[in-house]
């Protein structure tokens, strides 16, 4: 995927990631230190996904230099599929090239959700990376990988 960059004063930075033709753009941004660095898409609340009831963001945290393009691709793998229960897991969006074992990324919904002027409140979906062996996880044990890495305000412990 490409991507244009625009910085945004306070060391934030935004980008159009899309997909391999040039088309289909998804924002993301991204700020804090490169160890933690968070990662959330802007502007999916409004697109036409299958997902459990709510408006929502996909967003992730770390260090790994891949972690933006599979956000962007779960966008894509959401597009084509409707998804009903948590956690939700988009199988085969970290691209082969990225020297990783992770392949998918399974996703939670925030406890936080924010308010918006322009329609209902909208929350992240937390997500993280999971290996083809980990593919099937159950609830609890996403609750728990997302734990470990994104701050405890914004865990949400039940589906």
């Known amino acids: 995927m490409s991507h244009i960059k625009t910085m945004v004063p306070g060391h934030i ?3 159009n990631y899309r997909d391999d033709h040039g ?8 700020f804090g230190p490169k160890i933690s660095r968070f990662y959330t898409t802007i502007g999916v609340c409004d697109a036409s996904l299958s997902l459990p009831p709510g408006r929502f963001e996909l967003a992730t945290i770390g260090k ?16 084509k599929r409707k998804v009903d229960e948590w ?25 936080y959700c924010h308010e918006v002027t322009s329609g209902p409140p909208v929350s ?6 999971v290996t083809d062996l980990e593919i099937g996880l159950s609830f609890s044990e996403a609750v728990a990988r997302v734990a470990a ?11």
């Open 149 to 159: 890495v994104f701050p405890a305000w914004l865990i949400k412990s039940e589906a």
């Open 13 to 15: 930075s935004a980008a």
């Open 124 to 129: 992240w979906l937390l997500g993280v990376p």
């Open 23 to 30: 088309k289909r753009p998804v924002m993301i941004c991204e």
């Open 64 to 79: 790994l230099p891949w972690l933006p393009n599979a956000l962007v691709s779960s966008v894509y793998w959401l597009k």
């Open 87 to 111: 956690p939700l897991v988009c199988e085969d969006v970290v691209r082969p090239n990225s020297r990783s074992t992770y392949r998918h990324m399974a996703y939670i919904p925030a406890s």
